[in-house]
């Protein structure tokens, strides 16, 4: 495993051709703060903050993302050609971004986690927003992996590793997974429905029964705003739009 770096960032960025800046921190309490403060700053589409080491990182719905030695915990600043109504579409493309980093064995599950082939979670995602009238300003997309580590206290939680049959590392992740979402993200900018198509064919979730509060019932797929569509057990058609969806084994 190479120790995580500067150094072994540039490389890997090098190596996958993505040109923004990567700026390293050894240790933080959030890349997602890092990176706002970048962008107040005016930091440039695709900047990206990787941390050694992050103390209060955040999930979704304020959960708390624990990031041991061998996760990766980064920012992607982005800066698309968007309206605030479309922002749906960039959740979805960070989610397909990471399948395409760390290969086709790996699933999504609505929104944003990517699951390993076992159903156990290796990645999540998490998106902020900030406006400009109707235009979209920054979006500050927060993506964490477990590499070669996976927290002991986050219940079904796998790392990256115990699914490949090849060395991995952080820095190859990190750079891998930014470049592939910025060119997702270009695409969702001009082709959005090509997107939600590619994140269909990767979605576990959908055609899986699945609990929703106290509801359950099956996920037939996801609106245009990328919310999903559960067929309830008395035949009702409920839309997701945020919220704890779980995967109701069979």
Excluded at 2 to 15: C, I, K, P
Excluded at 38 to 56: E, F, I, K, M
Excluded at 83 to 91: A, L, R
Excluded at 205 to 212: A, K, L, N
Aim: with cysteine.
């Amino acid at each position: 495993m190479t120790s995580l770096s500067q150094a072994s960032l540039d490389a890997a960025a090098q190596r996958v051709g993505h040109t923004a800046t990567v700026v390293y921190v050894p240790e933080t309490t959030s890349t997602m703060h890092d990176a706002r403060q970048l962008a107040a700053q005016g930091a440039g589409h695709g900047t990206v903050v990787v941390a050694g080491q992050q103390s209060q990182g955040r999930g979704r719905l304020q959960r708390v993302w624990s990031s041991p030695g061998g996760s990766l915990a980064m920012t992607i600043i982005a800066r698309p050609a968007m309206n605030v109504s479309d922002i749906g579409i960039v959740s979805l493309a960070a989610a397909v971004a990471i399948k395409r980093a760390i290969g086709s064995r790996f699933g999504i599950k609505w929104p944003n986690d990517v699951l390993g082939p076992d159903g156990q979670k290796v990645a999540g995602v998490l998106c902020e927003l900030e406006t400009a009238g109707r235009r979209v300003d920054v979006v500050l997309v927060g993506i964490g992996v477990n590499v070669t580590e996976a927290p002991n206290d986050v219940p079904h939680a796998a790392c990256l590793a115990d699914y490949l049959d090849h060395k991995v590392d952080v820095a190859s992740v990190a750079m891998a997974t930014a470049s592939a979402f910025l060119t997702v993200l270009e695409l969702a900018e001009s082709d959005p429905a090509a997107v939600m198509a590619e994140w269909r064919e990767g979605a576990v979730t959908i055609g899986h029964r699945v609990r929703v509060g106290g509801t359950e019932g099956v996920a037939t797929g996801i609106t245009t705003d990328g919310a999903l569509i559960v067929r309830t057990d008395d035949d009702a058609a409920l839309v997701v739009h945020a919220g704890d969806v779980l995967h109701v084994l069979p």
